[in-house]
């Protein structure tokens, strides 16, 4: 599927009032090697959201450096401590606020999910979204604790709790 329909398929999650000021935008560096791309969801204009495989790949590369993960370094062909290496630089990554699209496959599939689902999802930034989604009613809405939440999650739940108030 396009990235056109899927991001007009998620946009249509978008609670109503919230509709005009959220937007979801994606980039891709057809000239680059390997064609890099950039995502972001942007709530009045300003960034909220930003995942960079740049960025990502240089943010991983340092936590590296700096031996985040040097227990499951593979020295051979051992797949799965390739694997563990992988999700500790990945997640180390990403407790840093650096995200890479390539890792977001579950979210450009948002449309898929129920809202129970995305609420309970395990990457924070469907969790986050679904704070914004017009599935989520108003009552559910006021009995959710995200005190204990990524700051992704609160950040998304106060842009929500602010459209409350305007209606």
Known sequence: MR???????IEDFIYAPLKNRISINRIVYRKSHDQEARMTITFDKKEIFTADNIQFGLKSFELEKQGVGKEYQPFNYDDKKIDLFE????DATEAEGKYAVYYLDD????FSLSIDE???HPHELIRAFSMIDK??????F???DV?????LVQGFYEIRKLSWEKV
């Open 87 to 90: 999700k500790t630089i990945r």
């Open 147 to 151: 005190s204990n939440e990524h700051k």
């Open 142 to 144: 006021s009995t959710l």
């Open 107 to 110: 979210f450009f599939d948002y």
């Open 3 to 9: 990235w056109t329909k899927r991001k007009q398929l």
């Open 118 to 120: 995305a609420l309970h």
């Open 135 to 140: 599935r989520l009613g108003k009552r559910r």
